[in-house]
């Protein structure tokens, strides 16, 4: 380098040859969002959350803990301020087949832990009266009772706390499983059909039964009582019950008393 020269300035990485970075914002227009962005009132994580084993809890007790971790239903249920997730299967039940009636009567077997009780308030019940066989947290507008449904004194308990006939009769009734495959079955078809015969012998004219079945559906003579009784028997599965779980919904419509 000859002496009195200045060095040559560095050219900037990125810069184009014959303009100087002089720090200034670029003046063309600036390319738009690629995304949309997020609507956070209504967004939910969806971050998988694992269970840690611990001594003493059993593999299917982690893998419940993690399922219902990551259950989206059971989060919205929370938001919402539901009981349970299964409030979502009534909602889906009713916005297809219309069951829950401005200012109705209903009755609920299997109430607890009473999300579907709920539902019917929140969507017109006029009152609600409900039947399980564990403590139920109050529900305004529902009169709840604390009594097992196959009782034999139960029916005649429900009969005069409804005072009336009512307009729906919805049964999520399931059977404490043993393990053993054909003794759970008989066990929910005993459940399954004497739901039947309760909404069949207290129901207004008009009135529907929706009930929890499984291992395909309801059997075959309870279906051929019903479709004798009602004018409208369908099977449906909500979106909101497990695709693993062996659950379907029975629906009945229009009792011809």
């Known amino acids: 380098m000859s002496k009195g020269k200045k060095p040559a300035a560095r050219r900037q990485s990125g810069a184009a040859p014959g303009k100087r970075m002089n720090g200034t914002k670029p003046s063309e227009e600036r390319r738009g969002r690629m995304t949309e962005k997020m609507d956070k ?130 049964s999520d009734l399931a059977a404490n499983t043993t393990g053993h495959k054909n003794t759970d079955h008989l066990k929910t078809i005993a459940l399954v059909e004497a739901a039947a015969e309760f909404a069949m012998d207290v129901l207004d004219k008009g009135g529907d039964f929706v009930t929890k079945v499984f291992q395909g559906g309801a059997q075959s003579d309870l279906l051929e009582r019903l479709r004798s009784r009602f004018e409208i028997v369908k099977h449906a599965k909500p979106k909101s019950s497990r695709a693993g779980s062996p659950e379907i919904y029975l629906v009945a419509k229009n009792f011809r008393g």
């Open 41 to 170: 009132d209504n967004a939910t994580r969806m971050m998988t959350h694992k269970v840690k084993t611990a001594r003493g809890r059993k593999i299917s007790s982690k893998l419940w803990l993690e399922r219902q971790l990551n259950d989206p239903y059971v989060k919205e249920a929370q938001i919402k301020g539901y009981r349970s997730r299964a409030a979502f299967k009534i909602i889906e039940l009713d916005d297809k087949f219309k069951l829950i009636r401005h200012d109705s009567l209903i009755c609920d077997l299997g109430c607890a832990p009473g999300g579907w009780t709920q539902i019917a308030i929140e969507r017109g019940a006029k009152r609600v009266v409900g039947i399980d066989i564990l403590p139920v947290e109050t529900v305004a507008g529902a009169d709840l009772i604390e009594m097992d449904f196959m009782d034999e004194c139960a029916s005649d308990v429900l009969k005069d706390r409804l005072g009336g006939a009512p307009s729906l009769v919805m």
